[in-house]
DNA sequence: ACGAAAACTTTGCGCGCGGAAATAATATTT
DNA sequence: AAATATTATTTCCGCGCGCAAAGTTTTCGT
């Protein structure tokens, strides 16, 4: 591997260092060192400053004011780490998703984001990296941080169940996204029982009655509840339920619909020309197979097979041919989360009865199916 | 939308909250308040303690031996915000990307914060959701948890140039991926004129001399490099070059890759049969278009079109037909960047010369050129 | 066994803020 | 205008740790 080594211009960190204090490029103004001294340059006292960044709210409009004005003026922030050392408890809420390398948990980790911020929190977000012992470093790592609240969507079958719930006994947490039972104040998810209802139905009246193509050792609890959900409503339409499964275990969850997916095409395992598939990123790899092997893939009455998924993954869009889907309502999903563990925050103390909220999810009908 | 709530088992947070008091469920040990305490437990004076949990190895092994088997019993941590405050400098290192919904900035982001744990630092990753405000913030935000370091890989173009520029002066940083000019100790990344230029030979070499689809007004200066190179790489050929403009701004790239593309492919607008794109999503899009028009994609001798990428892009494997495109060494660029963070960290120093490193990309031949 | 070097202990200050209590100033009500 | 309620000030302590200096013990080389 070739590496360039280009030079430019030179100039000293130490000198510049010493350049900019008392004056540098960001303030034309003395250096303010602490609230101490912020306070005497607004006139006002420094308690009442402390008040002022706990809550701009509850100082009185004028004092607000002149504090607001000396802030354009001095540029000075508290000390983070002073305020978190002595405060009751911090302004920070963990969120933890399996893995910020599946475009699903990155989009849903970032909703879940700013309804915090919404909420008035700072979240800090943290990835498992696809490692259920990350999980569990991750929730010990964040407890050095002290955090106000934990939102955990853990991985669930291969989650260290006991210590999540041993955890939640010691911070508010909610669960989304997976669950794990009676662990932490609620859980706000999909119902993946009328979701994957709805894609039932949908295609037992469009056309073929499905197959279900899922992982024979799926990570994630919810390809459970997806599986039920197709029995029941492939019996609720009277048709014969049959499920393949796709070999592999890992994270390449679009690698093994490819392989998996290629080889049972080619065998002609599939014992349907409908294919329910128990998530998108293995439709993606499904598409992919069927490309390859050059089968039609679509609704259409030139197609020799309809493939359809479940989460509305940002690629579903652009697939070949665009996938049938259901989308996650991430939006009300993330609300909820965070509206919950507020709660349990402001009011510290979990409610009486742990919470399960499910939201539906939404057909999105495109080409392959 | 509907909603369902369903109700599990009572208990109370307040309650658990006072039985986890002294004996909770994590230790059979009285409880060790701080570092006073802890010291006393292990035998050892506080001001030693102190110095092991800022390096272990600085102590005696007697010493850690003695620590580490109180750590094993009492499971004390020390206060993270106490020693943030007290510290000359913290042991985090900012890491700034431009948005982690884009999977190659997901990735990248995810190797360079291993290399910094690798290095001994607690990376704290962000992402400006793909809004150029929001980098200036995170830097802002950062500034508040007075990172050794931090990372940035900016926008470029859109970034606040001035304001990067300034804030380098405050705190080490080293830009990676995209480089501001003078911004920083050091930038690393991707030698695009060599990466452009392999995968203009072979696309040469290989059938009809490329023509160029990149966005009109591209975020990312990535993309100006990336023109050049091909301008350069057609010149040397002795090609005329031809570039085809998407329109479109934000970061919505695939599907102005798919609405573009479709739009020119119907005009028979493009000028050659071989396209390169600036990078993978607009490929992707444009893959997705072809595909919507019936038009064959690969480097076979049936095929209409070929379709070339840049950056690897991790569903760039599962296109279809899969995408020929360049890889990045992330690897190896995380592991520099860090590097070379370390450095002006450790030292307190900066480089005489602001250095510029560029590593290699890969080609990668896949079935759509 | 001796001296030097290294590691540890003791002591004490300081960091920048939160929080509490008593007091003083200002707003609001009647 | 006086009485009350609200808000701000003053003063003090505490949080949990880093850091430094001086003194003591342990380790290591010869």
């Known amino acids: 591997m070739k590496l360039y080594w280009r030079k430019e211009k030179v100039y000293h960190w130490v000198k510049q260092c010493l350049a900019t204090t008392g004056k540098g490029p960001f303030m034309q103004n003395p250096k303010i060192r602490n609230m101490e001294e912020f306070a005497k340059a607004s006139g006002i006292s420094r308690p009442t400053v402390s008040k002022y960044f706990q809550d701009p709210m509850s100082v009185r409009r004028s004092t607000r004011e002149r504090i607001e004005t000396a802030l354009r003026t001095y540029d000075y922030q508290p000390?983070?780490?002073?305020?978190?050392?002595?405060?009751?408890?911090?302004?920070?809420?963990?969120?933890?998703?399996?893995?910020?390398?599946?475009?699903?948990?990155?989009?849903?980790?970032?909703?879940?984001?700013?309804?915090?911020?919404?909420?008035?929190?700072?979240?800090?977000?943290?990835?498992?990296?696809?490692?259920?012992?990350?999980?569990?470093?991750?929730?010990?790592?964040?407890?050095?941080?002290?955090?106000?609240?934990?939102?955990?969507?853990?991985?669930?079958?291969?989650?260290?169940?006991?210590?999540?719930?041993?955890?939640?006994?010691?911070?508010?947490?909610?669960?989304?996204?997976?669950?794990i039972e009676e662990a932490g104040a609620a859980f706000v998810g999909t119902d993946n029982v009328q979701s994957i209802g709805l894609m039932t139905d949908y295609l037992c009246r469009t056309g073929e009655p499905p197959c279900l193509f899922e992982m024979r050792t799926p990570l994630n609890p919810n390809a459970n509840k997806r599986r039920l959900a197709y029995l029941a409503g492939m019996e609720r339409h009277g048709h014969e339920p049959r499920i393949v499964h796709a070999e592999g275990s890992g994270w390449s969850i679009e690698e093994f619909g490819l392989r998996e997916g290629r080889r049972l095409l080619e065998d002609g395992a599939f014992p349907s020309r409908t294919i329910l598939c128990s998530n998108d990123r293995l439709a993606i790899g499904l598409l992919s197979a069927a490309f390859g092997l050059g089968i039609k893939v679509g609704h259409g009455s030139d197609c020799e097979l309809r493939i359809a998924g479940h989460d509305d993954h940002p690629f579903s869009r652009f697939t070949c041919p665009s996938l049938t889907t259901i989308a996650q309502d991430y939006g009300a999903i993330a609300e909820l989360a965070v509206q919950q563990i507020a709660q349990v925050i402001e009011t510290e103390s979990m409610p009486c009865e742990r919470e399960i909220s499910l939201f539906d999810g939404k057909l999105v009908m495109r080409e392959s199916a």
Do not use: W
Request: aromatic share 6%; charged share 20%.
């Open 79 to 179: 000390n983070i780490y002073a305020m978190n050392q002595n405060r009751r408890r911090t302004n920070s809420i963990g969120i933890i998703v399996p893995n910020l390398a599946d475009p699903f948990f990155t989009e849903i980790g970032r909703v879940v984001e700013l309804a915090c911020i919404d909420a008035g929190y700072s979240p800090i977000v943290r990835s498992s990296h696809g490692k259920p012992a990350q999980e569990t470093a991750n929730l010990e790592a964040l407890k050095a941080l002290k955090p106000a609240g934990i939102l955990l969507a853990p991985f669930g079958r291969a989650s260290d169940r006991d210590h999540v719930r041993a955890f939640a006994e010691t911070v508010p947490m909610v669960l989304f996204d997976a669950d």
